[in-house]
């Protein structure tokens, strides 16, 4: 299994500022995705990070509220923009595994608070 | 387009007690499915999955899960839970794109000593 660590791993910001969430993991893999979970509500997919090229979003997600940048094959980031509180969440990183198609790893998470 | 119910919001047991979590999701074609769990304080963990053949999986923890593809279900089953169980379980579905899980709601099991 990847071993996934994410910073910070909680914060607490301001409406309309922005946040970078970094998500690194122990070994190089092709897939990253970024999930959202809301107070209450399930986790739902933000978007799919490829190395070296743009990530895809899923419907109800778009760039300009969550850029991310994948420079490399262990690293990603996850920026929530010009932030609501709306936006009150944990926000998690997982990679899919190099040896068994369709399985996910997980990071800890990072619980925003948008005040 | 695909998701997934779990009919429990919160479930209490005692120790001992036999445990089974409903989870039916909606997707007509092959689908690999997955039950992860998330104890206090802790990460996303996968407990178990099915991608094909024996629909009887058994997961870590005593764990088990039947896949119905009849009945569209997956539910989650443990024959006497302990309080380390006390956690809250995620079922998930993927049967399209790849890597994009999609989440039931979860259910949070609470087990009393």
Known sequence: S????????????????????QCQVDSQVTMMFWYRQQPG???????TANQGSE?????????????????NLTFSTLTVSN??????????????S?????????????RLTVL | AQS????????????AASLELGCNYSYGGTVNLFWYVQYPGQHLQLL?????????????????????????SFNLRKPSVQWSDTAEYFCAVNGGSQGNLIFG?????????
């Not at chain 2, 178990?48 to 569209?72: T, W």
């Open chain 1, 98 to 110: 190099s040896l068994i198609y369709n399985e996910q790893f997980f990071g800890p998470g990072t």
């Open chain 1, 55 to 71: 990530a895809t979003y899923e419907s109800g997600f778009v760039i300009d509220k969550f850029p991310i940048s994948r420079p």
């Open chain 2, 4 to 15: 997934v119910s779990q009919h429990n919001h919160h479930v209490i047991l005692s120790e």
């Open chain 2, 48 to 72: 178990l999955k099915y991608f094909s053949g024996d629909p009887l999986v058994k997961g870590i923890k005593g764990f088990e899960a039947e896949f119905i593809k009849s009945k569209f």
């Open chain 1, 2 to 21: 990847a071993v996934i660590s994410q910073k910070p791993s909680r914060d607490i910001c301001q409406r309309g500022t922005s946040l970078t969430i």
């Open chain 2, 105 to 113: 709601k979860g259910t949070k099991l609470s087990v009393k000593p």
């Open chain 1, 83 to 96: 932030m609501s509180p709306e936006d009150s969440s944990i926000y998690l990183c997982s990679v899919e």
């Open chain 1, 41 to 47: 509500q399930s986790l739902t997919l933000i978007a």
